[in-house]
Nanobody, 128 residues
Framework: QVQLVESGGGLVEPGGSLRLACATS????????ISWFRQAPGKEREGVSC????????YYPNSLKGRFTTSADRAKNTVYLQMNDLKPEDTAIYYC?????????????????????WGQGTQVTVSS
């Protein structure tokens, strides 16, 4: 069955880095896009990255470009999110989700109805 499992979250000081992993099973990454979203209390769900695995094209919201990088390792069925120069406002639960392609418009990853499977989330806390 299709599964997505996030890992790598934790507590980090401002300016630090974390690498999150989305381990997938039950499908071939080559035919899908994987997005990372985050949800913080009192805030709307926000797309932070997307990768079309077949051509390795990546997309980021304008607000995060340069700090976050996503990549895919098909041999390991895993998608990564490298987060650098973390800020307190990055604190959230981070989820990975499967879609048919990256829907990027108006400088944002669109969080619509195109995602059929989601992971359980991993907590990222940025605090001094």
């Amino acid at each position: 069955q299709v599964q997505l499992v996030e890992s790598g979250g934790g507590l980090v000081e401002p300016g630090g880095s974390l690498r999150l992993a989305c381990a997938t099973s039950g499908f071939d990454l080559h035919y899908y896009a994987i997005s990372w979203f985050r949800q913080a209390p009192g805030k709307e769900r926000e797309g932070v990255s997307c990768i079309n695995v077949n051509d390795e094209k990546t997309y980021y919201p304008n607000s995060l470009k340069g700090r976050f990088t996503t990549s895919a390792d098909r041999a390991k069925n895993t998608v990564y999110l490298q987060m650098n120069d973390l800020k307190p406002e990055d604190t959230a639960i981070y989820y990975c989700a499967r879609g048919t392609f990256c829907f990027y418009a108006s400088g944002k990853i669109q969080a619509g109805t195109a995602y059929d499977y989601w992971g359980q989330g991993t907590q990222v806390t940025v605090s001094s």
